[in-house]
Nanobody, 123 residues
Framework: QVLLVESGGGSVQAGGSLRLSCAAS????????MAWFRQAPGKEREFVAA????????YYADSVRRRFVISRDNAENTVFLAMNSLKPEDTAVYYC????????????????WGQGTQVTVSS
């Protein structure tokens, strides 16, 4: 059974930092690109960042580049998202997802999703 379990969300003031974690189980973690998406109220789920299988390549949405850092630990089957200089517009539920496609960016390229963790940034 594939499971993706996010943690680390919370409330923070603008300019603050949070680190999200996603623990994976039930599949061969290193065979998949891992990503973070987010969904704000009333908006579509959007791509945030992804990391390829060995962690050798990362890519980001323009809105978070140079503020967020995605990484993975294949020994621990975990993917992380370090979020710095947070803004109120970063407020959303953040989801972890996996894709068999190396440079996947679209939602339809990801086949399993976690339940999400809430991030709230106040001004």
């Amino acid at each position: 059974q594939v499971l993706l379990v996010e943690s680390g969300g919370g409330s923070v003031q603008a300019g603050g930092s949070l680190r999200l974690s996603c623990a994976a189980s039930g599949f061969t973690f290193e065979d998949y690109t891992m990503a973070w998406f987010r969904q704000a109220p009333g908006k579509e789920r959007e791509f945030v960042a992804a990391v390829t299988r060995t962690g050798g390549f990362t890519y980001y949405a323009d809105s978070v580049r140079r503020r967020f850092v995605i990484s993975r630990d294949n020994a621990e089957n975990t993917v992380f998202l370090a979020m710095n200089s947070l803004k109120p517009e970063d407020t959303a539920v953040y989801y972890c997802a996996r894709s068999p496609t190396i440079y996947a960016r679209g939602r339809n390229e990801y086949d399993y999703w976690g339940q999400g963790t809430q991030v709230t940034v106040s001004s």
